[in-house]
């Protein structure tokens, strides 16, 4: 089966530490043919740049001297992979460890299903079973009717939508860009259980490589994410 051209963003802002172990288990993970990572550092200012430079990943690498937030870059992103003609577009947080073979999953789930937003599972939420119904028709996928953050998409769901390039900080602005989507286009959403990424980060503080420090709890506020550590 021919691979489709592939561009993932991995967004950054501060928490090198996770960053520096994302991008360990996305160079472990598989070979990315057809495949293109976006690095972007938000003005982070703490090494996440040199992280980023030093990748080993097919990648091209944005690093701002100040944060314009995280709507701007999947905006940036957006018009990016479309003049690259890229068939599919995806988001992986940097606080994100992905399993072997994770991209081929998916992307081969996006290619054969009717899904037209995916996402992986993620742990320790186990979104796929809090937010997707049960497979009951043999879609490949669990059905939903949202998506978390992390999330793959056919291009033709943003060909034609202009999105404005608003200097929102935080999860709001980027949560706006995929409700738009989804309400223009009703596509077909789905979860892809088997795909297991562990989400370091997550607000709840349960998973065991979660860092609690005064740092990142001022990270959670500027960003807009709640946290229950």
Request: hydrophobic share 40%; aromatic share 8%.
């Amino acid at each position: 089966m021919e691979l489709w051209k592939t561009a993932v963003l991995v967004p950054c802002f501060r928490r090198p530490e996770y960053t520096a172990k994302c991008l360990r288990a996305l160079e472990q993970a598989q070979d990315y043919p057809s495949t293109t990572f976006l690095l972007v550092d938000d003005g982070s200012r703490d090494g996440t740049e040199q992280l980023l430079l030093a990748s080993k990943l097919p990648k091209e690498v944005i690093v701002r001297d100040g944060s314009l937030g995280l709507r701007h870059t999947l905006v940036e992103f957006v018009e990016w992979a479309l003049q690259g003609r890229y068939e599919i577009l995806g988001v992986i947080g940097n606080d994100c460890l992905v399993p072997p073979d994770w991209l081929n999953q998916i992307t081969l789930g996006l290619m054969t299903t009717t899904a037209e937003i995916i996402s992986p599972n993620v742990m320790p939420s186990n979104a796929a079973f809090t937010y997707g119904e049960p497979d009951r028709d043999g879609l490949g996928y669990r059905p939903s009717q949202t998506i978390g953050g992390l999330w793959f998409m056919r291009r033709r769901l943003i060909e034609g939508i202009r999105f404005e390039r608003a200097e929102l900080r935080g999860i709001a602005g980027a949560t706006g860009i995929l409700e738009r989507i989804i309400l223009e286009c009703e596509p077909r959403i789905g979860w892809l259980p088997e795909v297991v990424v562990q989400d370091l980060g997550h607000w709840s503080g349960d998973h065991p490589l979660h860092v609690k420090s005064d740092e990142h709890r001022a990270y959670s506020r500027e960003v807009g994410r709640s946290v229950a550590w």
